[in-house]
Nanobody
Framework: QVQLEESGGGLVQAGGSLRLSCAASGSIFSIAIMGWYRQAPGKQRELVAS???????QYADSVMGRFTISRDNAKNTVYLQMNSLKGGDTAVYLC??????????????WGQGTQVTVSS
């Protein structure tokens, strides 16, 4: 069984920084894509950033230049460094893992979500 453990959310003032972490645990052989989505109240879930195992990265236009995604394949962990935070970044941030390969299956997994609140 694969589990995702997220950490690092919280309350921060506009212009501040937070770092999110998501660690996948279980008998994992590999993870194709690790990333972060977010969902604000009344809005659709949107991709924030994702990183393929080979290092290719995709960012939402709204976070380009402010957020940095990275991953440690040996630890099956993905990070999201968020700088210059704005009120519009307030949302629940969810960790996403795509094509997680274990001995039993290849599946996708979502984390429970961590709240990020940016105050003005």
């Amino acid at each position: 069984q694969v589990q995702l453990e997220e950490s690092g959310g919280g309350l921060v003032q506009a212009g501040g920084s937070l770092r999110l972490s998501c660690a996948a645990s279980g008998s994992i052989f590999s993870i194709a894509i690790m990333g972060w989505y977010r969902q604000a109240p009344g809005k659709q879930r949107e991709l924030v950033a994702s990183m393929i195992r080979d290092g290719r990265i995709q960012y939402a236009d709204s976070v380009m230049g402010r957020f940095t995604i990275s991953r440690d394949n040996a630890k099956n962990t993905v990070y999201l460094q968020m700088n210059s935070l704005k009120g519009g970044d307030t949302a629940v941030y969810l960790c996403y893992t795509n094509r997680v390969a274990t001995q039993e299956s290849v599946s996708d997994y979502w984390g429970q979500g961590t709240q990020v609140t940016v105050s003005s």
